[in-house]
């Protein structure tokens, strides 16, 4: 089993800049695909950006430029950086591993989940 935490969330101003932090642990993810998700109240929960077990990317046109994903295998942790937020950004973010190394931006086909960590952007 993997466990999964997330930390990093809180209030930052439009423009701003943010670093999620999800730390593993239970198993090595280094193999594993990773993705971050994000629920805004009253939405469904939708894919943000992935990394393959390759270090291959996969990102939504909204975050192209501005948000990146990292590992840090030897701390077994992942990171989304995020910069130039915007209101629109507000969600909660959560992150998941995935078994298979390859990412998929349905949430059903994550096994393992972080409770989530909230990112409110001010105007």
């Known amino acids: 089993q993997v466990q999964l935490v997330e930390s990093g969330g809180g209030l930052v101003q439009a423009g701003g800049s943010l670093r999620l932090s999800c730390a593993a642990s239970?198993?090595?993810?280094?193999?594993?695909?990773v993705a971050w998700f994000r629920q805004a109240a009253g939405k469904e929960r939708r894919f943000v950006i992935g990394?393959?077990?390759?270090?291959?990317?996969y990102d939504i046109d909204s975050v192209k430029g501005r948000f990146t994903i990292s590992r840090d295998n030897a701390k077994n942790t992942v990171y989304l950086q995020m910069n130039s937020l915007k209101p629109e950004d507000t969600a909660v973010y959560c992150c998941?591993?995935?078994?298979?190394?390859?990412?998929?931006?349905?949430?059903?086909?994550?096994?393992?989940w972080g409770q989530g960590t909230q990112v409110p952007v001010s105007l």
């Open positions: 990394l393959d077990w390759n270090s291959l990317t």
């Open positions: 998941n591993a995935r078994e298979k190394g390859y990412y998929s931006g349905d949430p059903k086909n994550y096994e393992y």
């Open positions: 239970g198993r090595t993810i280094s193999g594993y695909a």
